[in-house]
């Protein structure tokens, strides 16, 4: 069931699907159908080069699919010696295809091709760019490798870009959607953000936080995305806390690569523990105040060009609020507050629940009902089974809300086995 | 077993023995078969609900609940769910004799402007089908040209020997014996909250004691902990770290929200025992962090940045650390 890989499962089957590169792709197209329309183009081959994740593979298939080629591939995987590239794809590249379908060729992850174990390999493949009477598509990371060079000339180039946040946000919202997930808009942002151009490894990303769960928030991904980057984070703060000059502890910030949200949060643990002194812890926890007006003014008027000053406030201004305190070796601890969020939130989902209970009975608020309720029913259900029972059945909890409100197991039997008896 | 403020809450105008002025024009308006829009204003258990389902009750007969629609502003604020649920509900027929219906909206001071805005309109334009009942805390939160739309009826807190007479007569139905001295401390911790005077005689009946002042005290402690003083008190003893831990639990596990805790802190400022000219500067401090709570966007932040102060003005005064 969860076997499936979801690069697989939500692969674009057509071009329009793919997202993201569309001048890539209408080069690509166009080129394709002069092809197919029996007109051969000038350049014989398409040399398709760009960052990973950006699209080139899937947009080859896809266009194979849309145009009807029969898509004929080597990769990585492959031995691709002459001999070999000769024996598979050799003769394809003359003939035509049994199933009277036009051939397309693909030589997808050159940067792969190795010197002595596909020894002749690029040589076999310039060969068959130069007699082709089919389209030939190459596919590399990195086109400027000298290698490449006599390639190069025989093709026409077509650069992959990394995709826009936007195109990326766009698609796993749709996968999520496939799968019934509801996304929060921020986390499908982070994950966005986080992938930095590469679809495919957003994508990964999703299914290892999403698969089988009902709903993602941000504090799910911003969990996850923390693992590999502790250390990051770690001289980032150190250099923050130590700066003694505005410009250093902005730069710590400038040459990480780290989430600026995720940021704040780390920073606003760590002031306590970094600094000493209540004046300055103060100066500090001001600073951060500050910077969290401008979040709210954000929020508000979505003026994204304020984020300046919240960097500003939350580097800047927490590393000149130390004037006793000088921070030495700070071990720095993981925000509580994200760990709050990730782990609370079953208990504040219960809570909810039990105070819509509340509000289908007692004519207040889901707010009222948890601040001015909920509290005496505690004492209730902690105090007297019987009530308790009584008070169960008429607001309809299940078990689960019943050992949440007495907070004792051998109260919420009692209480639960009452309520069968009845 | 019900909860004693839904099961000893008044079903009709008649069973309402408060808010004496108030129950008498809503008579007025159940006998002539007309209701203007209203705003019930007053602070909290002093009977704007009831008297809303009440006066329901009396126009429209048992079967009120097929004329009415009641929603919660603070669940519901948005202002797409006064154009959709609100208008849906306010632009169709009325069934019943009565020709309109009515839309209770409480907690009504909650809504966005936006919202507000919106309501005013359609309170205009549906007037013939539907009256409107909005209830809220703060009157001067609604905005103007929708309070000048509705006929105004301000509930003030009860008076101590109403709510006695009220538990008394609770206590006597559920056979639960109520001392003088429980009575008072009921009193005492429920201000004129009539619901909060129910609720805290219905939790110290579940210990199943003789409810005294002790019971009655021992209760409210557990429905109300201290956590805001030993907040304040960790905070002004240098220790900014557990400080921020008990308001991590208050705002995580008690979901007490922001502009609650603020309210709080302010309140037990006063009864610190620190020089008075100091109480006044932190006073200041907690109004300046007030402000920031509603610009800002994140509750913990803001409020950690005025336990930091406190630490400082906790040393400044030569306490603690």
Redesign the interface.
């Known amino acids: 069931m969860g076997a499936v890989l979801w690069t697989d499962k939500y692969k674009p089957r057509t071009l329009s699907e793919v997202v993201g590169n569309e001048k890539a792709k209408s080069k690509l197209l166009e080129w394709a159908k002069a092809w197919k329309e029996g007109r051969i183009p000038e350049k014989k081959a398409a040399f398709l080069y760009g960052p990973p994740g950006t699209g080139k593979t899937v947009t080859v298939e896809a266009l194979a699919n849309d145009l009807g080629f029969e898509l004929i591939e080597t990769n990585a995987s492959d031995f691709r010696t002459e001999a070999q590239i000769k024996r598979v794809i050799g003769s394809a590249a003359q003939a035509a295809s049994l199933t009277g379908k036009p051939r397309m060729l693909l030589f997808d992850e050159l940067d792969g091709i190795v010197g002595t174990a596909d020894a002749g390999g690029l040589k076999a493949i310039m060969g068959i760019v130069k007699q082709a009477r089919c389209p030939v598509i190459l596919i590399a990371n990195n086109p400027w490798d000298p290698k490449f060079r006599p390639l190069r000339e025989m093709c026409m180039m077509v650069e992959f870009k990394r995709v826009g946040k936007r195109d990326i946000m766009k698609h796993l919202q749709r996968i999520c959607e496939r799968e019934g997930i509801r996304a929060d808009r921020k986390a499908l942002a982070f994950l966005a953000d986080r992938a930095n151009g590469d679809v495919r490894s957003a994508v990964v990303d999703l299914q290892a936080v999403a698969q089988g769960k009902k709903e993602i928030t941000y504090e799910d991904v911003a969990w996850l995305g923390m693992r590999d980057r502790k250390k990051e984070i770690f001289r980032v703060l150190g250099n923050i806390f130590h700066a003694d000059k505005c410009s250093r502890a902005l730069a710590a910030v400038k040459e990480a690569e780290v989430d600026l949200d995720m940021l704040f949060e780390w920073i606003?643990e760590n002031v306590?523990?970094a600094y000493k002194d209540?004046?300055d812890?103060?100066r500090?926890?001001?600073a951060?105040?500050r910077a969290?007006?401008f979040?709210?003014?954000?929020?508000r008027t979505q003026d994204w060009g304020l984020g300046r000053y919240i960097t500003t406030f939350m580097t800047a201004g927490v590393a000149m609020a130390k004037e006793k305190s000088k921070p030495g070796f700070v071990k720095f601890s993981f925000p509580?507050?994200i760990r709050?969020?990730s782990r609370?939130r079953s208990?504040?989902e219960l809570?909810m629940k039990i105070a819509e209970a509340i509000?289908r009975?007692?004519?207040?608020?889901?707010?009222?009902a948890?601040?001015?309720?909920m509290?005496?029913l505690?004492?209730?259900f902690?105090?007297?089974p019987?009530?308790?029972?009584?008070?169960a059945?008429?607001l309809d909890l299940d078990e689960e809300a019943i050992k949440f409100l007495t907070a004792d197991a051998k109260r919420a039997k009692e209480i639960i086995s009452l309520l069968k008896a009845s | 077993?019900?909860?004693w403020?839904?099961k000893y809450r008044p079903k009709s105008l008649d069973e309402m023995v408060n808010q004496e002025e108030i129950v008498a024009r809503l008579k007025g308006f159940v006998k002539t078969g007309n209701v203007p829009h209203c705003l019930f204003a007053g602070p909290?258990g002093t009977g704007k609900?009831t008297a809303a389902?009440c006066l329901a009750h009396d126009l429209y007969g048992p079967e009120y609940h097929n004329y009415i629609m009641?929603l919660?502003?603070?669940?519901e604020r948005g202002i797409n769910v006064i154009r959709e649920t609100v208008k849906t509900f306010a632009r169709s027929m009325a069934m019943g004799k009565v020709p309109f219906k009515l839309l209770i909206l409480?907690?009504a001071d909650?809504m966005t402007a936006d919202a507000q805005q919106a309501l005013r309109r359609i309170m205009e334009r549906y007037t013939e089908t539907c009256r409107f009942i909005l209830i809220a805390n703060y009157s001067a939160r609604i905005i103007e040209p929708i309070q000048s739309r509705c006929a105004p009826f301000r509930f003030t807190y009860l008076k101590p020997e109403h709510i006695a007479a009220r538990l008394k007569y609770i206590a006597e139905c559920e056979n639960v014996e109520l001392l003088e001295s429980g009575i008072g401390a009921i009193l005492d911790v429920s201000g004129g909250d009539l619901?909060?005077a129910i609720?805290?005689l219905?939790?110290a009946?579940?210990?199943?004691k003789p409810i005294d002042a002790d019971v009655v005290y021992s209760?409210v402690g557990?429905?109300?902990p201290s956590y805001v003083k030993d907040m304040i008190e960790a905070a002004m003893e240098?220790q900014?770290?557990k400080a921020?831990e008990i308001l991590?639990d208050l705002i995580?596990?008690y979901?007490?929200?922001g502009t609650?805790l603020i309210r709080q802190i302010h309140s037990q400022i006063f009864k610190l025992d620190i020089p008075e000219k100091w109480k006044i500067r932190i006073a200041e401090t907690i109004g300046e962090?007030d402000f920031?709570l509603v610009?800002?966007?994140?509750e913990?932040?803001?409020l950690?940045?005025l336990?930091?102060?406190l630490?400082?003005y906790?040393?400044l005064m030569g306490r603690g650390?």
């Open positions: 606003y306590p523990r209540p004046r812890v103060a500090a926890m001001d951060l105040s969290d007006m979040k709210g003014r954000i929020i509580e507050r709050y969020l609370g208990e504040r809570q509000k009975r007692c004519h207040v608020s889901t707010k009222e948890r601040e001015k309720i509290p005496y505690r004492v209730i902690q105090n007297n019987e009530m308790a029972a009584g008070l059945r008429w | 077993m019900m909860m403020t839904e909290p609900t389902l009641e919660n502003a603070s669940d409480d907690e909650n619901r909060k609720n805290t219905q939790a009946a579940s210990v199943g209760v557990h429905a109300n240098g900014f770290l921020r991590r995580w596990r979901g007490v929200a609650d962090i920031r610009m800002g966007a994140n913990e932040v803001q950690s940045a336990l930091a102060r630490a400082e906790g040393q650390g």
